[in-house]
């Protein structure tokens, strides 16, 4: 296995309390596989990535147990700057923004060159080519002539793909993607993540998508993990949990999605709010919202039970909820 | 009446076709503008710098106080460029005079040429409002910068002492900071404006620096591995840096006519030092009979600090377009 998160717990410890922004997280990611990491804002996706990564905020942040094995290593028990010459060179980072996460007074090839620089001590010419090299391999038109431009002369899509560039410039063997295609148009968002499913199938590397989109989910990820207040509430081979969600909050999520045949019907939206993760309600975190809840569900937290041999859900009531679509 | 011609996809995606193929080609896409490729490929990379050099040099309060400054720089650097006098000829039978053919600003109280003393007297200002803002600015952005990205204890105590320096009146300061300090060079007048002053620039690179690294690329850069001293001088610095130019600049202003401030009270420069303080503290006395020994070294520091704070004001415009 490439990534293993075991039992992750990260907190924040804020003014009002303790946040618990992730609450036991397990999940694995092989050679060459996608898993996307699916849930809404403050669902603990990419406070789970910033984790593995290294660049949780600490403090106000804490890592509060858990293991993080890449390579069969621990990666919190590495000192700093073991840990910094991981990132970059093992696994790297796509951002959401890419406007906001390229530096204005860079140009873009400076800023992609600097991972050569820096990791592989190469003179700034010879990163400089590099640079070139890795936006035509993005497919960013007249690369030549727009290595020297700044990051806000290029379109959305354009930026990116320099993100992109960026964070295979030295491939790594796992690429976390939080929410890469969110702040892009639609025909953009298809194109950056065919780019992003065939870089990733060249490299052969580990990729963890994080998103909220259902729909790009559908199209490059192996597998499934949904998470829920800090926790990941069902797991999944990416085509079953279409066909039949084992959890109801998958299956609203599924639900709000518009389709083409329910023209003129009212779209359906999972009632109430994610929970405060200063107060999480006890037993299931999603007993409030849950159209099946019990009293079962406002005492007892639901393990993460199997339901097959690659699905797990973490609902007392998987098998009616399997059972009832 | 035109043949009505059969319907030809090729014909008629011309019509529709530079929308469509801007909606698909994304080079060029929805935004538009300098997002796309550009339009004519020679067009030069334009960054924050380059943009604000190309504002400033349209902006005419840059073009005016710009030329008076390096008028200033020069003739301190060669003051017997404009004049052949020597600031400390003193002919005590010319005191007081007027201007006449070959000194045309007259004799200060010691019979000296007044038009030598302001030229000269233009390096002493200079150069204290060069150095003490140079010292200032490295010291207070250095160590803001590092309140600001480490922050924590290191934050908080600096913040602090900043709090204590900004709490001593300059000139009571100056007093008696200074009173203690012999000779007549500019060097205790500098160090004392840099002790004063770093906390003023120190609170601006603090605050421009936490500003900074709360952007995303920040972020992104230490998720690609960059360590922290690369993280503060390529990414965090350089975005940081605007307005430290800009207060430091008006600031420079501000440092010449505090050493004039110290020089008339007699605790900056000393005789036989020449500056524009000292003159017009000794001509002060004869301010009805011979207004001249005055109002010439008045209005050459006026205008020097004028033109420093102008060209603060033209800086700030351009790289701060949202002050505007």
């Known amino acids: 296995m490439l990534l293993e998160v075991r039992d992750l717990h990260v907190e924040f410890h804020t003014r009002d309390g303790v946040a618990k922004a992730v609450n036991g997280v397990n999940y694995s990611v092989a050679e060459g596989e996608t898993l996307a990491v699916l849930g809404e804002s403050g669902s603990g996706k990419s406070v789970t990535a910033q984790a593995v990564m290294g660049i949780l905020d600490m403090p106000p942040g804490k890592i509060s147990s858990g293991e993080i094995l890449f390579k069969d290593q621990d990666l919190l028990k590495l000192k700093g700057e073991e840990r910094r010459k991981i990132r970059g060179q093992e696994m790297a980072m796509i951002f959401q923004d890419a406007l906001s996460s390229l530096n204005p007074v860079l140009s873009v090839g400076e800023q992609i060159g600097e991972l050569f620089t820096v990791h592989r001590g190469m003179s700034r ?131 709000s999605i518009p389709r083409l045949d329910q023209k003129g019907q009212e779209l359906y939206a999972i009632k ?42 973490a609902c007392h009531f998987w098998k009616e909820t399997l059972d009832a679509r | ?79 017997s460029l404009i004049t052949s006098g020597n600031p400390l000829k003193a002919d005590l039978s010319k005191a007081q005079q007027g201007s006449s053919p070959g000194h045309p600003f007259g004799y200060d109280p010691q ?46 105590i600096l913040s602090r002492i900043s709090d204590i320096f900004f709490g001593i009146p300059v000139v009571l300061g100056g007093l008696v900071f200074l009173s203690v300090v012999t000779g007549s060079t500019v060097w205790p007048v500098i160090g004392f404006m840099i002790l004063l002053g770093w906390p003023q620039i120190a609170r601006i690179a603090r605050g421009s620096v936490i500003t900074v690294k709360q952007n995303d690329f920040v972020q992104a850069a230490r998720a690609l591995g960059a360590s922290n001293s690369r993280m503060m001088l390529r990414h965090v610095a350089p975005n940081a840096v605007a307005p430290v130019i800009v207060v430091a600049t008006i600031a420079l202003g501000t440092y010449i006519s505090l050493e004039a401030t110290l020089s008339y009270l007699g605790v900056g420069l000393k005789e036989p030092a020449v500056s524009w303080g000292i003159d017009i503290s000794a001509a002060s006395n004869y301010m009805r009979n011979a207004p001249h020994m005055v109002l010439y070294p008045a209005g050459a520091l006026a205008l020097t600090v004028l033109a420093f704070i102008m060209l603060g004001d033209a800086v700030r415009d351009a790289l701060d377009p949202k002050l505007r």
């Open chain 1, 125 to 255: 010419k010879d990163a400089k080519a590099k640079a070139v090299e890795l936006m035509d391999r993005v497919r960013i038109p007249a690369a030549k002539e727009r290595v020297g431009q700044y990051p806000h002369q290029f379109s959305g899509g354009m930026r990116q793909r320099i993100m992109i560039a960026m964070a295979l410039a030295l491939e790594p063997s796992l690429i976390i993607a939080d929410e890469p295609t969110t702040a892009l148009d639609v025909t953009v968002q298809a194109q950056v993540m065919d780019l992003l499913a065939e870089l990733q199938r060249e490299l052969n590397m580990g990729l963890i998508l994080i998103t909220h989109d259902l729909g790009v989910v559908a199209d490059v990820a192996d597998k499934i993990a949904v998470m829920y207040a800090g926790r990941i509430v069902e797991t999944s081979p990416v085509h079953e949990i279409y066909k039949a969600p084992a959890h109801p909050y998958t299956k609203g999520l599924l639900q």
């Open chain 1, 272 to 313: 109430g709010l994610p929970p405060n993760l200063l107060r999480i309600p006890p037993g299931c975190a999603f007993n409030p919202r849950c159209p099946m809840a019990q009293d079962v569900c406002r005492t007892d937290v639901p393990p993460l039970a199997q339901v097959s041999e690659t699905r797990q859900s």
């Open chain 2, 1 to 79: 009446m035109p043949e009505p011609q059969p319907y030809d996809p090729a014909i008629a995606g011309t019509g529709a076709g530079g929308a469509m193929d801007l909606a698909i080609s994304e080079g060029s896409s929805l935004d538009g503008g300098p997002g796309g490729l550009p339009k004519d490929p020679s067009e030069k990379a334009r960054s924050l710098w380059s943009d604000a050099l190309r504002d400033l040099r349209r902006n005419p309060v840059f073009i005016i106080s710009g030329l008076i400054i390096l008028f200033l720089l020069i003739i301190s650097l060669w003051p």
């Open chain 2, 111 to 156: 019979g000296r040429d007044v038009y030598t003393r302001v030229v000269y007297g233009t390096r002493t200002s200079v150069t204290v409002g060069v150095c003490a803002t140079l010292g200032v600015a490295i010291v207070g952005s250095f160590l803001g910068a590092l309140a600001g990205f480490f922050g924590g204890w290191w934050d908080s």
